[in-house]
């Protein structure tokens, strides 16, 4: 009995990691080459020997009673200690240069910065890197004969890198072209990591990672469940555990294949499709608006604000944010009116004009407040918003290298001096300055209601790396009273996803959500070539005179793109998951987003994920 | 160590007892990477020592050679350790393939091969689809080999096989001919007959050359430096005394002006052919010699000072832009200089100071070369087109695949050897272009490190030294010159070498006497090397016709002895 148990962990956890190679080969052409080198300096010494003892003595001594003038020139002639003189200076020279190859040798690693700068210019690196295998990428339950990355020996005895889920981890592991991802963020090898051939002979080991065995936290068969549900569409999903930050999922389609941009010449045409961007993670590189799922963090940034309790009435007529604004209404127009309403009924219906004007309550210091704890970042203006910077440092990580691989861009909004009222009511229910949201980010703030003491974990994606919290947001009680309302989206009598909601309820799983839509203007698309359609400009000044000539994008005003969303937590009790579903054009949230996360919930039961 | 044949015949057998062990290194190693090194060339190279012990034999029976063995003993190290280089980089099948991304390829695999078979467990090994055996430590023969395919005949045509052995006759010639006090009285009579006759093949190879090569990969111009030096010490013999007579510090013009013709000569055909390297070494030795034989201070000042003002004015020229601007009124006069100053000096002199800085692509000497990659790659001129910063970058990328390519590849290299170096075989010099002739120090460098240049270098001081004291003990004026140039010669080439090479100096494309096989290169340094032991050999025999009272009145010395 107690082999058979054995016998089966053997099987099912990972490999026990390989040790380095012990460079037992290696070992005599290295003791080889030090028995050269020094039977060499032996001989050196030998020879230096020969040189000193056959030096002549030049003359008999002088006579003392000479005159000094006299018996300098009888030493020995002028031109000999000319000659003298220059050996001494050559001798010198050489050991000036010496000092040279001490220094490169050296010295140059660690303190010359344009060496170290430029050294991914080293071909040494790219031999040791395709020389040394790769360690093996598990997913999370660890088994050896169901890798995410190996390697296989083909038809003709080459030994490839093979993946066999190939498209649903291409953005997550990334191919050697590009920005890099968790392969070479993970297998990395730089050329000072050899050993010198003195330390090949003593034995030593030097530290190396490069060819270890990872195992991931994402599930393979959830992620393979979420390229199943996105296919054929434009979109993203992240899966989240709120209680450690483990990624379960991150997926974002459409996807490329890792074999295929083996080819150059399929990279770039990748590269090159604007319309698609095949190449981008949109889990974590794509900027959407949240639509009504912001309202999450206009939920939050309330509580933090202590605003929770504030009524506000949601009318026919619309909310005017400021004199002279445009009128907020809600998506059904002035036909939809809900009353003077609570937080929790204003989230169940999602109720625009509410969090419109609880933005406005709340003002932009107590939103950056919130935004900033969520790791959203707030800035003074648009432009500075809209930059895109990347933020590696949410990422729990074993290494830097791979933070930076994974980094999403920086979720923002705008909260300088030049908001203005009606500003900050479009970004109370998730529009204009809420405008750069990205699918991680989301999940992230669900995750953060979804942890049971209200903290917001750091993501993890390496199964071996302790968890980590970013930020201790909300309170363990606030945390709980947000879940209760996150549960009337699909459990309430009202609630916007209430109907998709309705077979994971059945079988028996509370979950909690978020829908949201949001309109984006987008590039028209000639439908032969898939370029943009471009129509040509010309300025000119008021004498006729052309000015410059340029080719504008001409933007589809007609038809928006329709974005849906969805936010999803579950089981409410003790959640186990937190998700972030987008589906570009999809439409609203309810009908294209939240079917998805439906399913992906009863996936994560069938799994094993809820007991 | 006794200055006798017996005993440097043995330390020659210890370097050859060395040497097989180095290749059995090297055999060894290249079995770790997949290919089998060829045991006939090792057996080539092997054989080399039987000439070199002979003409030991031939040296103390037949001309009852009396001189210094340090002088033979030395370049032989020197020579063997080159030896060993050149066979490590030949063998490996990437650095003279012509598909070398398959060569690597085929190396990389059988790396890989071996790190699965010691370290990956049964199951994964059976998920490759290859048999499960369990991870353990394996044996070199269970490796698989490609085998070497270096035949009898490639080694019985190959210039490797044949260029030491002709080195070793014109070692021969050398030496008998300038035992013989009646040639080396003919030499410096008519010495300037000699050099105007030399000039005659020489101005034929400026025309056939290219690029500063001729021949293939060849500088056949390099026996001529031997013929230079005879006209000059031969010259500065005859005038000498005249030159020390100064007025104000400056010799008379009747005595100077020849001397400075004779000087001049060779810096002709070398400019002419773009060999800068050989016109330092030129200008080194020359200066040597006149230093040597005139010894008047003002006049040393002078050249010191010179020297100087010619490199400071070089390296104004030559500096980056970003740093003569730091200076005031710096850039205003390094302009007009390195706008004079030949492309070929320009870029050398930035690879020297800013070698990891790419020039801006406006430089005059780097543009052409730029915008010719830009035109070959579409993809990148379009990359350059999008942004400054995008330019950048694609700069960086064609500087270190073109003109920074061979010397920052050469830098790591030095660098990843550290003090022991890689061992022969697991490092890659083989990256490194042409790094069996100029260089040739990197390689040494990276596979046996600090440990392994200090051995060259050392080498080349005790030869120096050696050469020095062959000078210091000659009794005339004409082989005290004629030895004290060889040895300059011999010196200031492995000076300029290495130190262009740890970018102490500028690169200049001449190779380490000895050690690079580049060919003629090869010839010259034993030829010098002949010489040399000649002069040596004649000092002791002189020596002990000079301590014998009697015959000192009769010295058989028919040269001008030295004041």
């Known amino acids: 009995m107690n082999l058979v148990t054995i016998l089966l962990l053997l099987f099912q956890t990972p490999s026990p990691s390989p040790l380095p190679t012990p460079h037992v080969l290696e070992r005599t052409p290295a003791l080889l080459t030090l028995i050269y080198v020094f039977g060499f300096g032996f001989v050196i010494l030998l020879l230096l020997l020969g040189l000193v003892r056959s030096r002549r003595q030049t003359t008999s001594p002088i006579p003392e009673d000479l005159p000094k003038a006299v018996r300098k020139r009888l030493g020995s002639t002028s031109t000999n200690r000319g000659l003298r003189a220059l050996r001494w200076l050559f001798v010198l020279l050489s050991i000036g240069l010496f000092s040279f190859h001490i220094y490169w040798a050296h010295y140059a690693a660690e303190r010359n910065e344009k060496f170290q700068e430029l050294s991914y ?60 991802g968790l392969e ?94 095949p190449l981008v993670s949109r889990a974590l590189g794509a900027y959407y608006i949240p639509g009504s799922t912001f309202k999450t963090v206009t939920m939050i940034a309330a509580f933090l604000a202590g605003e929770q309790d504030t009524e506000f009435t949601c009318s026919g007529g619309g909310y005017y944010a400021a004199p002279g604004a445009n009128v907020i209404f809600d998506d059904g127009g002035p036909g939809e009116v809900h009353g003077r309403i609570k937080i929790d009924q204003a989230y169940e219906v999602s109720c625009n004009q509410y969090f419109a004007q609880m933005g406005v309550k709340l003002g932009a210091e107590r939103l950056k407040r919130a935004a900033q704890l969520l790791g959203i970042g707030a800035y003074d203006t648009p432009s500075e918003a809209l930059r895109g910077r990347k933020l590696p440092q949410i990422w729990d990580a074993s290494t830097d290298a791979v933070k930076r691989a994974l980094a999403p861009r920086e979720a923002t909004i705008v909260t300088g001096k030049q908001v203005t009222r009606y500003d900050l009511a479009l970004m109370g229910y998730g529009q204009g300055y809420a405008g750069q949201m990205t699918p991680l980010q989301m999940a992230l703030a669900a995750a953060t209601i979804g942890n049971l003491e209200g903290k917001l974990m750091k993501p993890r994606i390496e199964y071996n790396v302790k968890p980590e919290v970013f930020n201790q947001v909300l309170t363990p009680q606030t945390a709980a009273r947000l879940r209760s309302i996150m549960g009337l989206v699909t459990g309430g009598p009202s609630g916007t996803a209430r109907g998709v909601f309705g077979p994971v309820k059945a079988a028996g799983i509370n979950t909690g959500g978020k829908t949201g839509t949001a309109q984006k203007i987008v590039p028209l698309y000639d439908p032969k070539t898939g370029e943009p359609k471009t129509r040509h400009k010309v300025e000119k000044d008021n004498k006729g005179n052309i000015i410059r000539e340029y080719d504008e994008v001409i933007m589809d005003n007609d038809n928006p793109r329709i974005d849906g969303w969805f936010l999803c937590i579950a089981p409410l009790e003790k959640p186990q998951l937190a998700m972030a579903v987008i589906v570009e054009g999809g439409g609203y949230g309810s009908r294209s987003a939240a079917p998805i996360a439906a399913a992906l919930v009863l996936k994560a039961k069938d799994l094993g994920y809820f007991k | 160590m006794k200055n006798r044949a017996s005993s440097h015949l043995l330390i020659i057998l210890l370097i050859l007892g060395l040497e097989i062990a180095g290749y059995f290194a090297v055999h060894r190693a290249g079995l770790l990477r997949g290919y089998e090194t060829s045991i006939i060339g090792a057996v080539r190279d092997l054989m080399m020592f039987i000439p070199l012990i002979i003409i030991a034999l031939w040296l103390s029976r037949n001309k009852k050679f009396a001189g210094n063995w340090v002088l033979y003993t030395t370049a032989i190290l020197l020579f063997s350790f080159g030896m060993l280089i050149q066979y490590r980089l030949y063998s490996d099948p990437e650095y003279n393939a012509r598909n070398k991304a398959q060569a690597r390829e085929e190396k990389m695999q059988a790396l890989r091969t071996r790190y699965i078979m010691e370290n990956y467990d049964p199951v994964k090994k059976q998920l490759m689809g290859l048999p499960p055996t369990p991870a353990q430590p394996i044996e070199i023969s269970q490796l698989p080999k490609k085998e070497s395919n270096y035949s009898l005949w490639n080694a019985l045509t190959s210039s490797y096989t044949w260029i030491p052995v002709f080195s070793f006759f014109a070692f021969a010639i050398a030496y008998s001919l300038c035992a013989r006090d009646g040639f080396l009285l003919w030499l410096q009579r008519n010495s300037f007959i000699i050099v105007l006759f030399t000039l005659v093949p020489l101005a034929m ?44 510090g400056i010799p008379r013009a009747r005595d100077i002006v020849p001397l400075l013709v004779m000087a001049v000569l060779p810096f002709i055909p070398f400019f002419a052919l773009k060999d800068f390297g050989q016109m330092l070494i030129f200008s080194g030795a020359y200066t040597t010699l006149y230093l040597v034989a005139v010894r008047r201070w003002p006049q040393l000042l002078l050249f010191v000072g010179s020297v100087i003002i010619v490199i400071g004015i070089l390296v104004v020229g030559a500096l980056p832009r970003d740093i003569q601007e730091k200076v005031p009124l710096l850039p205003t006069i390094a302009r007009p200089i390195s706008a004079a100053l030949p492309a070929r000096i320009q870029q050398r002199f930035h690879l020297w100071l800013d070698g990891f800085d790419p020039p801006s692509p406006e430089t005059s000497w780097w543009k052409k070369e730029y915008d010719e990659s830009l035109s070959k790659d579409p993809k990148l001129k379009e990359l350059a087109d999008q942004s400054p910063a995008m330019q950048k970058t694609v700069n960086i990328d064609i500087w270190f695949d073109k003109l920074a390519f061979q010397p920052a590849q050469a830098q790591w290299g030095i660098s990843s050897g550290k003090s022991s170096g890689r061992g022969f075989g697991l490092g890659f010099p083989e990256v490194i272009p042409i790094a069996d002739s100029d260089y040739v120090y990197a390689a040494i460098a990276e596979e046996t490190g600090l440990a392994g240049g200090a051995v060259i270098i050392l080498a080349i001081i005790i030869f120096v030294v050696a050469g020095v004291r062959t000078s210091l003990e000659a009794r005339d004026m004409f082989t005290k010159l004629c030895a004290a140039g060889l040895t300059a010669f011999v010196g200031f080439q492995a000076l ?39 002069f040596s050999s004649r000092n002791a025999r002189d020596r002990v016709i000079a301590d014998r009272p009697v015959a000192k009145s009769s010295s058989p010395l028919k040269l001008e002895a030295v004041q």
């Open chain 2, 496 to 534: 300029v070498n290495i130190g262009g090479i740890l970018r102490a100096l500028p690169m200049t494309g001449i190779t380490l006497p000895f050690v690079s096989h580049g060919g003629f290169s090869l010839i010259t340094s034993f030829a010098m090397l002949g010489m040399l032991m000649a």
């Open chain 2, 205 to 248: 190879a400026v025309v056939t050359s290219s690029a500063g090569k001729a021949l293939g990969n060849m500088t056949p111009w390099e026996p001529s430096k031997i013929p230079f030096l005879i006209g000059f010490a031969g010259i500065l013999t005859a005038r000498y005394k005249d030159l020390a007579e100064t007025y104000w």
């Open chain 1, 184 to 277: 070479r963020a993970l297998f990395g090898v730089q050329s000072g990591a050899l050993p010198e051939a003195l330390e090949v002979v003593k034995g030593q080991q030097i530290e190396f990672r490069g060819n270890q065995d990872v195992r991931l936290t994402i599930d393979r068969a959830l992620q393979q469940a979420a390229v199943d549900q996105l296919k054929g569409k434009h979109g993203a999903v992240a899966i989240l555990n709120p209680q450690t930050g483990d990624v379960l999922a991150l997926y974002s389609e459409p996807s490329y294949s890792l074999a295929e941009v083996d080819d150059e010449s399929t990279w770039i045409r990748l590269e090159a499709n604007e319309r698609d961007k």
């Open chain 1, 121 to 180: 210019k080293d071909l040494r690196g790219r031999r040791l890197s395709e020389s040394t295998l790769r360690g093996w990428i598990f997913d999370r339950s660890g088994r050896v004969d169901q890798p995410l990355a190996f390697y296989r020996r083909d038809s003709s005895g080459n030994i490839r890198r093979e993946y066999p889920m190939d498209k649903a981890f291409a953005h997550i592991f990334g191919s050697d072209r590009g920005d890099p």
